[in-house]
């Protein structure tokens, strides 16, 4: 990992933070690779419950650093993939919905481009009511390929899709939420999304983690093969230490303590 992302574990919590203020996140090739790299520690950090991802200074992330890019961002590896098929610059979006742990993004400012991609990838998103959006790709004359289309079909409409893509106009919170690109709107969507994730960490990480795989795996399987799913998943959480200890921790009226 570089100096383009953070990363702080706190009682479970990994607060992820996309750290180029000065050019509003812009994404480089140093932020191609930083994010790459912070995506795959958390895979393996087994203490982490809940991820939030957001961004410092002004914005959570302005898209393409259009002027570094073509200073030789062309020579970026588009053709290495991952296990799930995502080459470099899908990882960065793509690879915050393969990560086991539920991940939260907490957005302000403008996610434009590329960063509306990363945003994308989040299991819920927080936004600012005036944070700004836009699918910008076609503005640069570029289409998206940083996972927006295989991420955004399970949350919008293909017709908006289509029309936010052509015209890659600009817009606000509220049609974000209506459309269903963010989950809720706060006038503090770091502090929603720090909250949110300590009520998910609160609960047993292997069952949140069993769920994240479902609702993966829904997106693309049949009912019978996410029926099956379900069942193997809750043989695998079903009368352990962490699933006995949620129920001892309900019925007594306090925290949990888990099993990493």
């Avoid at 002027?67 to 610059?89: K, Q, Y």
């Avoid at 890659?168 to 269903?180: I, N, V």
């Avoid at 949140?208 to 693309?220: E, H, P, T, W």
């Avoid at 049949?222 to 001892?248: G, S, Y």
């Amino acid at each position: 990992m570089n100096d383009r992302v953070t990363i702080t574990v706190t009682d479970g919590i990994a607060d992820v933070r996309l750290a180029r203020a000065d050019k509003m996140n812009a994404i480089d090739p140093a932020m191609f690779e930083g994010i790459a790299a912070a995506i795959d520690r958390l895979k393996g950090m087994t203490e982490v419950r809940c991820v939030v991802l957001s961004g410092e200074g002004k914005a959570f992330c302005a898209g393409l650093d259009m002027a570094s890019m073509a200073n030789g961002g062309s020579g970026l590896a588009l053709g290495d993939r991952t296990e799930e098929g995502a080459n470099l610059v899908q990882q960065v979006a793509w690879g915050w919905r393969t990560l086991p742990m539920p991940v939260i993004a907490a957005v302000h400012g403008v996610a434009f481009g590329g960063g509306f991609q990363i945003m994308s990838g989040a299991d819920i998103r927080i936004a600012h009511p005036q944070a700004r959006f836009a699918i910008r790709e076609a503005y640069w004359g570029l289409v998206p390929d940083m996972a927006g289309i295989a991420l955004w079909r399970t949350l919008a409409r293909d017709d908006v899709l289509r029309e936010l893509t052509y015209t890659a106009r600009e817009f606000d919170g509220a049609e974000a939420l209506r459309h269903g690109f963010v989950t809720r709107l706060s006038d503090d969507p770091l502090g929603e999304a720090m909250m949110l994730a300590r009520e998910i960490a609160g609960r047993n990480p292997h069952a949140i983690r069993g769920s994240k795989a479902l609702y993966n795996l829904a997106a693309d399987a049949d009912a019978v093969a996410v029926l099956h799913a379900e069942t193997e998943e809750q043989l695998k959480v079903i009368r352990t230490p962490n699933q006995i200890e949620q129920v001892r921790a309900n019925m007594e009226k306090r925290a949990a303590v888990f099993e990493d």
